[in-house]
């Protein structure tokens, strides 16, 4: 089919999009409505984790379909509870909601605070979070983030969330107060330019809320799931929190998240929270089948290894091109162009003939990447010979 022939206008608008309309995707790799093959490193935004249509997510639709898709929220179902015994005993957390994206477990995240809070702080509410951060679209989510013109867009904004600065223990301390509950924050602000908290100040983060008595909860939505080499970011720093939130790759693909939180957290009563869709076994089921493949023996110990390598390929891609160096923790990095030019790169890397390359600019000056848990070395030198020819391109262009 012609992209003519794809009636887009019913679609409402919400992005630019490029007239391409993509069919089939597999491994690393997607193809257009042309045929037209593109290597992929935005894979979802760091949902497919998987990569493309793996076998293991297929397996768990189709066998899950024929048992239950559905039985109401009311009521236990078999993968639900599976699944949330899977997380629990393999964190430090011991009860689990299930949501049916990011923003939505976040949502849960601050509703579970506050009500602690009311049990436990005399009704303290606020929740300091951090400049730069990104939490979600709904409307209390876009108060909670710390993107840069949020603040207007849909204002007025709720309330309850003043900014600290990421890695600076210090604004985070001058913040609190008694209507503190307690300080969400993601291990690595991924939509921000991939910027990592480092191990110590979240080492420091844990003793200052302990400190005040205040709850700490990690947005683990892009950096849960092996995603950093370690299964859920927060191990890195060798911390506890008290609260978590999981989206993207807990799914592989499919709408899921969750929100987990220590047994003296888990203050909800029944009316408090709930989800029509939450725990459907249909997509639990696919949770687990993710779940049991990224804690096989030897995969994040491949993940870390991936990373090193990426992270090797990138600087000395810098290197080669007068740039500032890369970062980022496991499979989520970053690199840092020195000039405005993301946006060009996107474009062209996009255009690129016979195959195309699919890279994300979250800032002007800086490039994204977030492949797939299982991607080969060949793909990132694929990669890497890709960006080099897009890179010169646009270097000689200007």
Known sequence: MEFSQYNVNSLMYITPRPELVFVEGKGMYLTDHKGKRYLDYLQGWAVNCLGHCPEVIHDALVTQSKKLLNPSPAFYNAPMVEFADLLTKNSCFDRVFFTNSGAEANEGAVKLARKWGQLNKNGAFEIITFDHGFHGRTLAMMSASGKPGWDTIFAPQVSGFPKADLNDIASVEKLITDKTVGVMLEPVQGEGGVIPASPEFMQALRELTKKHGL???????????????????????????????????????????????????????????GGTYNGAPLMAAVGIAVFKELTKPGFLASVKEKAEYLSQQLEKLSEEFGMQGERGFGLLRALKLGENIGGKLVEVARDMEPVGLLINSPRPDLLRFMPALNVTKEEIDELISMLRIVIQQVKNAA
């Open 215 to 273: 709850l700490l909860i990690v947005d683990e939505v892009q950096t849960g799931m092996g995603r950093t080499g370690e299964l859920f970011g927060y191990q890195l720093s060798n911390i506890e929190p008290d609260i978590m939130t999981l989206a993207k790759g807990i799914g592989g693909g499919v709408p899921l998240g969750a929100l987990l939180c220590r047994e003296e957290v888990a203050c909800f009563v029944p009316g408090d929270q």
